[in-house]
């Protein structure tokens, strides 16, 4: 197993480095000029001086190098530095990824906009896996029931519909017809006492159920297929004919073989979900991840959105591995070596 | 599935008795198709959507883009039954107008997402040389975050396609191409998984020993029977280049306001929540409609291609 991990920890560094590769070259060679936002006024030789000051003026490759050194060596020294609050090397002349539009190093805002997201987006996550694993279990165990027929339908339309559509009929029905919950979320918000608590609440429990019931669809599916297969096997028989509790029998022998395949969905899942925030984060204006992604592309903020855009790639291969290693050790049928 | 029930089997043998022994594979496949209620309202309502939306601006003869400003924020009438937007665009046309840009784009995005998954799925299965190069290029464009990329893309190349091609065409090429080369990679999978089994099959030996060539035995081999794979993922496929466009439509960054498509009018009615509700009700219907009877559809053919499923005795 260590040597499975290590060979694919090895094999993920070429997939990152080609990656890292297209985001910069797509990037990079598309005909677009980053001072095209500005006045017109300003003339050619104050424009070119502006694009040196960007760092444009040096051939690809050395921009491409530069960008990977600032990526994997300057910034991870600079968050051991923060972090141990000691000095590694020469932490003044060390360069880091700086924002164009905002001029602050991109790691700042990153981090600065991280809590939101993971708050929002994780969360809803939890509550997807909590409603998709009982409707899961119970359309599997009752195969055909009126249940079984609602769950699948079920399933299919949250899968169907788009975020973008349910959470603007939510908005419309709780908070302009209904006055519920607000339809912005406000991230400036503190809990410190009883009220702020129910008010934080409230504020979530639109984006955190629009997104979570998207989740719970897919999910749930997989959960039901992943119970039926196990349901008809021959251990199940035997656990019954020696008289086991049909509880038993449901829920530690057949719910712990299913939840194997389910786990790893999940995993793949994860990066997913930061990827599939942007839009709910647009919708009801969350402040997160997905949103500095967007304020990025719209600003044409290249580097902030190559670094987020490549942030992303690590989250899919690393979870990616997390998921193949798990089934390894979830699974001990499965052997990698 | 096996166990059928009694009436199944005899409503198949009078079937039989109507159409004498001819049965053919496809037959096969329309009689289990049938019995798929979901898959069956599934095409109704695409069929629906689909004849609307092509014969619909022949009944409802209203030009999508007349400004009528006096006549702004009106709810529905005869006149205008979906009601009309802020500048007094009837919403109607709009919503019929739109439904053709992005059925068209769904269906294009589809086929270029299918060519490119089948050719590298037969490419890989068949050719063992290639095999890991192409899987590992599969591996990846799977590890890439499409919607951060597509966003990007379309930013960056939207204007200068504009001025050579032209706003709509610009915007539609660009749109369909990026959305069918970021997700042909499970087609190409399931593909190639199919094509190394077959390969190994007699019928597939038989026809090399008679000296028959690679890309004929691809042809009239090897295609004809991974067709069941690659006819579900095309409805997947249609039904996640609607979703991908309008995404991208609602954050702004798909189709321009005036060459509108379902997400963009949702994106524009967004803006307009509280006054007319209404304006992000039906392109979102749409939308959904649209995707859930080809989701339907998809899953009513996958049972009816499933030879298991087929319970053929």
Known sequence: ?337 | MTDAPITSVDQRAMQDAEMGEQRSLWGDVWRQFRRHTGALLGVAVFVFIVLAVALGPFIHTVDPQHLDIVNKNQGPSWAHPMGTDNLGRDMFAQVLAGGQVSLAVGVAAMLISLMIGTLVGVLAGYFKVMDGALMRLTDLFLALPILPLLLVIILLFRDTLRKAIGPEAGIFLLIVFVIGITSWMQTARIVRGDVLSLKEREFVLAARSIGTRSWRIILRHILPNVLSPIMVSATLGVANAIITESALSFLGLGFPPDFPTWGRLLYDGANFMQLSPDRVLWPGLAISLTVLSVNFMGDGLRDALDPRQRGRK
């Open chain 1, 1 to 337: 197993m260590l040597r499975y991990t290590i060979r694919r920890l090895l094999l993920a560094i070429p997939t990152l480095l080609f990656i890292s590769f297209v985001i910069f070259a797509i990037l990079d060679l598309a005909p677009n000029d980053p001072t095209g936002q500005l006045p017109l006024t300003i003339p050619a030789e104050v424009r070119e001086k502006i694009r040196e000051s960007l760092g444009l003026g040096e051939p690809f490759f050395i921009r491409y190098l530069k960008w990977l050194e600032q990526f994997f060596i300057n910034e991870p020294l600079n968050i051991l530095d923060q972090a141990f609050g000691i000095q590694i090397g020469n932490a003044e002349e060390r360069l880091r990824i700086t924002s164009w539009a905002t001029r602050s190093p991109i790691v700042d805002l990153i981090i600065e906009r991280t809590p939101q997201t993971l708050m929002v987006v994780g969360l809803s996550y939890v509550v997807a896996i909590l409603i998709a694993l009982p409707i899961g279990i119970i359309s599997a165990y009752r195969q055909y029931s009126w249940f079984d027929q609602f769950g699948t339908f079920f399933s299919m339309v949250g899968f169907s519909i788009p975020t973008f559509f349910t959470g603007l009929v939510c908005i419309i029905v709780f908070s302009v017809y209904l006055g519920w919950f607000p339809s912005i979320y406000d991230t400036t918000h503190k809990v410190t006492d009883w009220d702020s608590f129910v008010f934080q609440i409230r504020q979530m429990i639109m984006p955190v159920m629009v997104l979570a019931l998207f989740n719970a669809a897919q999910l749930s599916r997989f959960m039901r297929a992943s119970m039926l297969d196990n349901l008809n096997q021959d251990y199940v028989r035997t656990a019954r004919a020696k008289g086991m509790k049909e509880r038993a029998v449901l829920l530690i022998h057949v719910l712990r073989n299913s939840l194997i395949p389910v786990i790893t969905v999940i995993a793949l899942g994860v990066p997913q979900i930061f990827g599939g925030a942007i839009i709910t984060e647009q919708i009801f204006r969350v402040n997160g991840l997905g949103q500095l992604l967007i304020i990025g592309i719209q600003g044409a903020d290249i580097p902030l959105v190559q670094t987020l855009t490549f942030i992303f790639a690590i989250l899919i291969v690393l979870f990616n591995l997390i998921a193949d290693i798990l089934y390894g050790i979830l699974d001990p049928r499965i052997r990698y070596d």
